[in-house]
């Protein structure tokens, strides 16, 4: 009874802190969140999803303050034409976001979507509690509780551009917490870009239902201030012959936790997730992933790859489960590391869990230093200690970044990367 208790309280603490929207269309799933919420409790490091993360300043009542930090960049997808809705410190700021009118698609707020028969209603809260199966994601329950806004993306068609959530930081002391519901019809497609630091502390969950035939791509860039902490769900569901790709790159940030949930229910469908970060000194990033293949010839691929000198700590979980009667199955999945000084740690987990006979499953997990005979070879040739550190350090980074589909956001993700790794070796 005693534990019992100790697992409530900072749950009680977390859930009397905070307010949740009444009312409406939605009102049904945050009441129901909320129940689960107390049935788990929040996560604590005992927990086996946890073990290799403090969860401590993602559930205590208050986030613990983070400076702004101004980079002096232009921010990024600035060159890529595309509809922007901006987000400050968790709030909609309409005079810095475009006009929502889009062809192919119907964009809405979930804090102004307020018809009872909203589409939205069947999905909000719907694909994050299939995904607390067989693994608990309680601060993804806490988020459909008690999100106050988001958007609701309905695509019926192919848009001509993408929509860009754009996330600022402006308040030491922002505690944002935001919930995307994203519903692709049979044979859409369109391409979603996330950036920038959100807040002090961010909770956010996507749920993205892709319908036969639909095509679904995803670009996040999470910001580089250095305090900040962030807790990102995605959930996803794929239909026939579908297509899901995600990436994301990631530099800065003193604890950054992403959970990417995915269930292949079609047949011929494929999902692909991808990411790069690359961290410095007081440094945690956490990718934790879940595949579950449920029905034949699916395909998916879980590429990520980690750079990390100071001290930093890099974590990977991946699962992949195939389910009986998934037959024809092809899941890939790899997880390395590139420690640039013998301080910085990485921790891996990779999972296969096979109940179909006729699958091909791989996974790796590696984790080691700059090559010494291609530095060598660089080195022999003129080029400087650092730029040749950069240009492998680039190289080792690709497998992940080439995993975007359109080459002008490869070109820009990969020329940011540099400028980042040029500006950390002066």
């Not at 589409?119 to 806490?142: I, S």
């Not at 990033?285 to 293949?293: M, Q, S, Y």
């Not at 990520?304 to 999945?333: C, H, P």
Request: overall charge negative.
């Amino acid at each position: 009874m005693a534990e019992a208790q100790l697992k409530e309280t900072p749950t009680e603490a977390m859930i009397a802190a905070l307010d949740m929207p009444q009312g409406g269309w939605s009102q049904a799933a945050r009441e129901d969140a909320l129940a689960r919420v107390r049935a788990m409790g929040l996560p604590q490091r005992r927990d086996e999803y946890w073990k290799f993360t403090r969860p401590d300043t993602l559930t205590q009542a208050e986030a613990q303050p983070a400076a702004i930090f101004d980079h002096g960049d232009a921010p990024l997808f600035d060159g890529t034409e595309r509809l922007r809705i901006v987000f400050v410190d968790g709030v909609f700021d309409a005079d810095a976001s475009d006009d929502l009118t889009l062809e192919g698609v119907s964009i809405e707020r979930l804090a102004a979507a307020d018809s009872d028969l909203h589409w939205a209603r069947d999905l909000y809260g719907t694909l994050e509690k299939n995904g607390q199966t067989p693994v608990r994601r309680p601060l993804a329950a806490l988020n459909t509780a008690f999100a106050t806004d988001g958007v609701l993306i309905h695509v019926t068609g192919t848009p001509s551009k993408p929509i860009n959530l754009v996330y600022q930081h402006k308040s030491e002391t922002s505690d944002a917490m935001l919930h995307h519901v994203v519903k692709l019809d049979k044979g859409a497609e369109v391409t979603l870009l996330e950036n920038g630091p959100a807040a002090a502390r961010f909770n956010t969950v996507m749920e993205v239902e892709v319908a036969d035939t639909a095509r679904f791509h995803h670009v996040r860039a999470q910001g580089r201030d250095h305090e900040r902490r962030a807790a990102t769900h995605v959930f996803t569901r794929l239909g026939t012959e579908s297509l899901f790709k995600s990436f994301t790159v990631t530099v800065n940030g003193a604890l950054t936790r992403n959970e990417c949930v995915i269930e292949l229910t079609g047949d011929d469908a494929s999902a692909h997730v991808a990411g790069a970060c690359v961290g410095d000194g007081d440094f945690h990033h956490d990718d934790t992933v879940f595949i579950t293949h449920d029905a034949e010839n699916c395909e998916s691929r879980q590429v990520f790859k980690k750079v990390l000198r100071n001290g930093a700590t890099g974590v990977f979980q991946g699962k992949i489960l195939v389910k009986e009667g998934a037959q024809k199955t092809d899941g890939y999945q790899i997880s390395q590391s590139l420690l640039l000084d013998g301080d910085s740690q990485f921790l891996a987990k990779p999972e296969l869990e096979i109940y179909a006979d006729d699958v091909a499953c791989s996974h790796g997990s590696t984790s080691g230093a700059i090559d010494e005979e291609a530095l060598f070879y660089l080195r022999a040739r003129g080029v400087s200690h650092a730029e040749a550190t950069d240009l492998l350090t680039l190289a080792f980074l690709a497998e992940a970044v080439e995993e975007i589909e359109a080459e002008e956001l490869r070109e820009e993700i990969t020329g940011r990367l540099s400028l980042w790794l040029e500006r950390r070796s002066a």
